[in-house]
C-alpha cells in the first residue's frame, strides 16, 4: 500500500504563527509523548506512521512553498509531489497518483491510501488506515472511507451516510454524503448513525488512472505537471467521492479532532504558554502563544487565545478565534518569518531610501554543515553581519573565515556562497531593487539558500 499525504493549506484559522509559507502543520506546539520536545503535527502524524511501517511508500503532495519546510521537519528523504499550483485535493491526488503510476512503476491494482497531514489521533487511526487495504479487496468497492463516530453535533464536518448494516461486522455500505450540515440536521444525521468524514480514503491506483484517461487527461507524471491548470480547482470528494456509487466506509470509535483553529488547538497543548510570557493567575481557560523575543502578558481575560509572531499579534476569544480567516483574506503582508530546509528567515525591517530604494533587513539562521548555493544579485548590494557562529563565506572565488563581528559587503554582480561549520547566526541588508527572482545560481546543490 501507497499513502499520500496532503500538505497543501494554508491554515489560515492559526494566524499569525501559520501563514502561506508555513501552515499550521508545521507549528510546533504540541507535547511529544514522554518527552519536554514540542513537535508540529506533521512531525506526529509521521511518527505515528512509522509506528505502522507506513512511511516507507508515503509521499507528500505540496506546494513549493512548504517543501523545505517539510524536509526539515520530516527528513530529507522523504518524497514530495509538487504541485505547480494550488488546485484544491482532486488534482494534487491525481497528480501523486501519476507519479506513483508513471515515475514509481506502481502496479494499477496497487492500493493508495490518502489523508491529511494534520489529523489528532490515536495509534489506533493508523492500525485502521492498514486495514483499508483488506477491506477493499473483500469488498471489491471502488473506494473505502474510514468514517469516525460523531462525539457531538457539529457544521464543520461533512458526514457520511450508511445503510446502518455492517458486512461482516467491520463496514458499512455508503449512501451519501452530506457537507457541513446545520445543528438540527446534524443532530438527526447522527441519531441515524451517520458517521464524520475525516477525509482518510482508499483506492487501487488503477480507479484513478483510469478515471483520468476517461477525461483526457495525460497520465505521465511530466506531461500532467504542464497541463495541471486543465484539471478542475475541485475537492476529490466533490469530483470523485460523490459521482461513485460503489463506496464502504470502516467505522473508527476512537478519539480524532481537527486541530484547525485556535480552540481546538488549545485544547490540546501541554501548556497554557507557549514562548515568552505570563498569565495572571485568577484566568481561566486561556493560551498565549509567543514567538517574539518581547514578552506578553495576559491579565483579567477568561476563555482567550493570545498569539504574537512577527507575522502580527491576535487577540481573540476562544469561540470567536475561527472567524479569523475572514480577516487574514484582507491583509496582503508578506510573511515575516519563514522555515527553511536549512534554518530560517526572520525579516527585521523593510524601509525606502530618499531615492526610492528598498532597505530588507533580514536575520538568518544556518544549521551546522549547511553549504549555500553560489549565487549573485543584478539588482541589490547586500552585507552580511556575522551574529554568532563560524565558517567560510566565498566572494567570487575568494575564500574568507568568519567569526562573529565580521562584516562582508557583497556588491551587485559578486558571487558568493557561505559555508556553516557551527551553527550561524547573521543579519543580512539588501538595498535596491528587492526582486524575488533576482537571483542567479551558479550550482544548485540540497540545502542551498534562497532569500
Not at 520536545?37 to 506533521?42: A, P
Request: proline share 5%; charged share 25%.
Amino acid at each position: 500500500m501507497h499513502t499520500i499525504l496532503l500538505s497543501g493549506g494554508s491554515g489560515l484559522r492559526l494566524w499569525p504563527l501559520s501563514n502561506g509559507v508555513r501552515s499550521k502543520q508545521f507549528l510546533k506546539v504540541l507535547q511529544r509523548d514522554k518527552e519536554d520536545k514540542l513537535q508540529s503535527m506533521i512531525q506526529r502524524v509521521w511518527e505515528q506512521l512509522n509506528k505502522c511501517n507506513l512511511t516507507k511508500n508515503s509521499i507528500v503532495a505540496t506546494t513549493v512553498t512548504q517543501v523545505e519546510a517539510i524536509r526539515n521537519q520530516i527528513g530529507e528523504e522523504v518524497s514530495i509531489v509538487v504541485e505547480p499550483s494550488r488546485r484544491d485535493t482532486f488534482p494534487a491526488i491525481a497528480l501523486s497518483c501519476v507519479y506513483l503510476y508513471s515515475e514509481k512503476n506502481a502496479p494499477l491494482d496497487e492500493i493508495v491510501s490518502v489523508l491529511p497531514v494534520d489529523p489528532y489521533v490515536e495509534n489506533a487511526f493508523f492500525e485502521k488506515v492498514v486495514s483499508m487495504e483488506k477491506v477493499l479487496n473483500d469488498s471489491q468497492a471502488d473506494i473505502a472511507l474510514i468514517g469516525v463516530e460523531p462525539t457531538f453535533p457539529s457544521e464543520k464536518y461533512g458526514y457520511i451516510v450508511t445503510d446502518k448494516s455492517p458486512v461482516s461486522g467491520t463496514y458499512y455500505n455508503v449512501d451519501s454524503f452530506v457537507e457541513k450540515p446545520t445543528i438540527n440536521l446534524a443532530e438527526e444525521l447522527i441519531s441515524n448513525e451517520a458517521l464524520w468524514n475525516c477525509g482518510v480514503f482508499s483506492f487501487r491506483l488503477g480507479y484513478l488512472i483510469n478515471l483520468l484517461k476517461e477525461k483526457g487527461y495525460p497520465i505521465t507524471y511530466h506531461e500532467l505537471k504542464k497541463d495541471y491548470e486543465r484539471l478542475p480547482k475541485n475537492s476529490f470528494d466533490y469530483e470523485v467521492l460523490e459521482k461513485t456509487n460503489n463506496i464502504v466506509a470502516i467505522p473508527y470509535k476512537g478519539y480524532w479532532k481537527d486541530l484547525g483553529t485556535w480552540n481546538t488547538l488549545s485544547e490540546e497543548v501541554s501548556s497554557s504558554i507557549i514562548g515568552k510570557g505570563l498569565i495572571e493567575k485568577d484566568v481561566q481557560n486561556s493560551n498565549l502563544f509567543n514567538e517574539l523575543d518581547i514578552p506578553v502578558i495576559l491579565m483579567g481575560l477568561d476563555n482567550t487565545v493570545v498569539a504574537a509572531s512577527p507575522d502580527g499579534i491576535l487577540v481573540t476569544s476562544k469561540e470567536a478565534s475561527p472567524r479569523i480567516k475572514n480577516y487574514v483574506e484582507l491583509i496582503k503582508e508578506q510573511p515575516m518569518y519563514e522555515e527553511k530546509e536549512w534554518g530560517w528567515i526572520k525579516i527585521l525591517d523593510h524601509s525606502y531610501n530618499p531615492d526610492k530604494s528598498e532597505i530588507f533587513t533580514k536575520k538568518l539562521s544556518i544549521k551546522p554543515h549547511n553549504v549555500t548555493d553560489s549565487h549573485s544579485h543584478s539588482l541589490r548590494d547586500e552585507t552580511w553581519i556575522i551574529v554568532s557562529g563560524k565558517g567560510v563565506i566565498t566572494l567570487n572565488g575568494e575564500v574568507n573565515d568568519f567569526t562573529p563581528g565580521d562584516k562582508f559587503d557583497i556588491p551587485k554582480g559578486t558571487i558568493h556562497s557561505l559555508k556553516a561549520t557551527t551553527a550561524v547566526e547573521l543579519i543580512e541588508m539588501q538595498i535596491g531593487e528587492i526582486d524575488s527572482s533576482d537571483i542567479y545560481l551558479e550550482n544548485v546543490e540540497e540545502g542551498m539558500i534562497k532569500n
